[in-house]
T-cell receptor, first 114, second 112 residues
Framework: DADVTQTPRNRITKTGKRIMLECSQT?????MYWYRQDPGLGLRLIYY???????NKGEISDGYSVSRQAQAKFSLSLESAIPNQTALYFC?????????????FGPGTRLTVT | LAKTTQPISMDSYEGQEVNITCSHN???????ITWYQQFPSQGPRFIIQ???TKVTNEVASLFIPADRKSSTLSLPRVSLSDTAVYYC?????????????FGKGTRLSVIA
């Protein structure tokens, strides 16, 4: 089983709809991240959480919200989806105790807003 | 966090050694250099991390000069399957309280 899972893997939704993307991990890591990737723009950080009670905005948090329900779960919500939120979304985890910068990424969720 | 600059794209033939250089002029004393690889429609994958001199693993080598203002990722004898985007990141070893910035990376195309 994958260590970092994302659901759904693909989603098509209409403008104005609320949508939630979910991320779960079995690695026991304390840190979790949500990224967005658009063609040619690399990865941009939306939100990150360094532990269950810690939530921080990233570079492009406008239009998004997150919830860290447990150490293993980190959800990303689009309260009212708009077409320019069409992108590939990645969840990632890392372990502060490892002393490494290594992040482990999920398979991604491809979101299309029409 | 130190700003990084790397080429937007590179092309190489199969079997050649590929060197991708990253500039990070304002690297801090406690910063490490980390490289990730990303295949199309997949999440990035950690390749290698180093602080100074040379680090080698089964995938790549990382060369860091004494002044640490740049670093070079070396991929020996590339194959078509090495076609990917490569990201250079600089920051404290455990990211401290600030997450790392991925940037746009270098798109490597390996040609048969």
């Amino acid at each position: 089983d994958a260590d970092v899972t994302q659901t759904p893997r693909n989603r098509i939704t209409k403008t104005g709809k609320r949508i939630m993307l979910e991320c779960s991990q079995t690695k026991g890591h304390d840190r979790m991240y949500w990224y967005r990737q658009d063609p040619g723009l690399g990865l941009r950080l939306i939100y990150y959480s360094f532990d269950v009670k810690d939530i921080n905005k990233g570079e492009i948090s406008d239009g998004y919200s997150v919830s860290r329900q447990a150490q293993a779960k980190f959800s990303l919500s689009l309260e009212s989806a708009i077409p320019n939120q069409t992108a590939l979304y990645f969840c990632a985890t890392s372990d502060r105790a490892s002393g490494s910068q290594e992040q482990y990424f999920g398979p991604g969720t491809r979101l299309t807003v029409t | 966090l130190a700003k990084t600059t790397q080429p937007i794209s590179m092309d190489s033939y199969e079997g050649q050694e590929v060197n991708i250089t990253c500039s990070h002029n304002n690297i801090a004393t406690n910063d490490y250099i980390t490289w990730y690889q990303q295949f199309p429609s997949q999440g990035p994958r950690f390749i290698i991390q180093g602080y100074k001199t040379k680090v080698t693993n089964e995938v790549a080598s990382l060369f860091i000069p004494a002044d640490r203002k740049s670093s070079t990722l070396s991929l020996p004898r590339v194959s078509l399957s090495d076609t990917a985007v490569y990201y250079c990141l600089v920051g404290p070893r455990n990211s401290g309280n600030t997450p790392l910035v991925f940037g746009k990376g270098t798109r490597l195309s390996v040609i048969a």
